[in-house]
């Protein structure tokens, strides 16, 4: 008798072929048979008319923190997800020094959006070296399996100091002690190294992330430590400036090493490389023998736009200043008065804090043509008439007073949604023929950070909702957007027991209604340690969630499952259990 048996269902497999209608047994927590008339279960799941697909994997997310006091790992286990991997972007809560605690606070504050508050209220700081954040992380049954990079922040300034968090050049001694904790690191477990090389990304106090200018020796010596332990991804995002030849070390790192090096690929305003040359170069890279696979997001990234959120368009104004810091109820009577209204929307805005910021600010507080009004079943895809402009235009009113009002809406708890990357053309035709490509893996979703302007755990379902039935501009295969987003990012990682719904692979499976997968209107809950921030979003149509062979989820309800732990190391199928 097996443990539990899945009937009736339509399998997409992960594979990338055709679906087909067949029933799955499982028994522990494996597949262990799939076809008809497989005798009888413990329990039954029956999935007629029903899409079964394997768990999701997400491989860019910023759980270092919650993993450490969530088992539940909301909001990416909504999504169908069950496993991710943390330590993306160089940072990170491994090594830490006891007196460094607060500084890796700020860090991850200012460069993911995570409340410092609940980071130091939450984690336990029950470890110093990376390997004692290994066993943290396990001691934690969740509802999903973790895994992690060794963050090149931390890293840096266990070895170096002050030297190494004011982005100092680094001796011999120091790249060689910097590698050893990263060889450490992987040999405790890491599926990886991460990198961050962007000005965007800073501290609280606005300081660069420790790596930022890291040069080539310093870079390909950690990535060499990965050379060592024979497996591992190197991640980074990057500006991707020219003098810094990033695609050449890149290439040189990943040919010497024969691991990948992954990149996040992004359609910018601003940066200097177009996507079309960052994706021409990493053909070039991969045509000459390396490794490089660039990470993409499935819908434009940017900001949601809320009076409590991080940011809003009048968050410049000088009414607005007066009464940020006040409690929400004396701040929506103040923007409830007619009079404080009129006020706000004749003041100029307030100069930026600082110069770099200032086109950051301009889209926030007046690209209003880029500015789309989030209500229920927002497509993310929106065009320029769905804009606030052009809502606007169509009510005879001024943009700004229409915005102010859009945010008022639902007891002040409107949206607006500010794409500014990947939606340059006013849509994602681009992103579309990258979902084709075999030199990209679908990525930056960045679960569990940027609590206070996005939501993007949401993805796995925005790429199966949106990317294979509701998109009008023309949509992918079911079947290459769920192998996209459980084989191909699994792959990458070295995880080869899962992805796959065949004999012998873990039993992680979703149960989806198809046809009412639907994302729900995101929103703000305070539900972090010490009250802080973040906007969830939910999604219906995930009938069964299963981890191990355990039911994690039924009809977006949590059970008291939690079969999820920490892995360590690359994973495999042994060819034994996969024939069985």
Known sequence: MHDLLITGGTIVDGSGGAAYKADIAIDGNLITRIGSDLGEAREV???TGRIVAPGFVDVHTHYDGQATWDDEMAPSSWHGVTTVVMGNCGVGFAPARPDKHDWLIGLMEGVEDIP????SEGMSWNWESFPDYMDALEAMPRTIDVATHVPHGAVRAYV?????ADNEEPTEDDIAAMSDIVEEGLRAGALGFSTSRTVLHKSIDGEL???????EPELVGLGRAMGRVGYGVFELTSDLLPEWDEFGWMSRLSKETGLPVSFSMLQSPVKQMSWQDQMASTKAANDDGANIIAQIGLRGIGVIMNWRGTVH????KPSWQEIENRPWKEQYAKLSDPAFRAKLLAEENLPPPSPDMAAFFMLVTAAWAMQFPLGEDFSYEPTREESVFGFAQGAGKDPQAYAYDQLMADGGNGLIYLPILNYMDGNLDFTRDLLEREDIVVSLSDGGAHCGTICDAAAPTFL??????DRVRGTIPLELAIKRQCHDTARLYGLNDRGLLRPGYLADINVIDYEKLRLEKPY???DLPAGGKRFLQKASGYDVTIKSGKVTFRRGEVTRARPGTLIRGPQSVTAKEAAE
């Not at 170096?160 to 190494?164: A, P, S």
């Not at 992330?209 to 040069?215: L, M, S």
């Open 524 to 526: 703000l809950a305070f």
């Open 209 to 215: 992330v420790p790596g930022t200018t890291a040069t």
């Open 160 to 164: 170096m100091g002050q030297r190494g």
């Open 313 to 316: 368009p009048f968050m410049m």
């Open 464 to 469: 199966l909702s949106h990317w294979t039935r």
């Open 45 to 47: 799941i029956d999935a």
């Open 116 to 119: 410092g508050a609940a980071l």
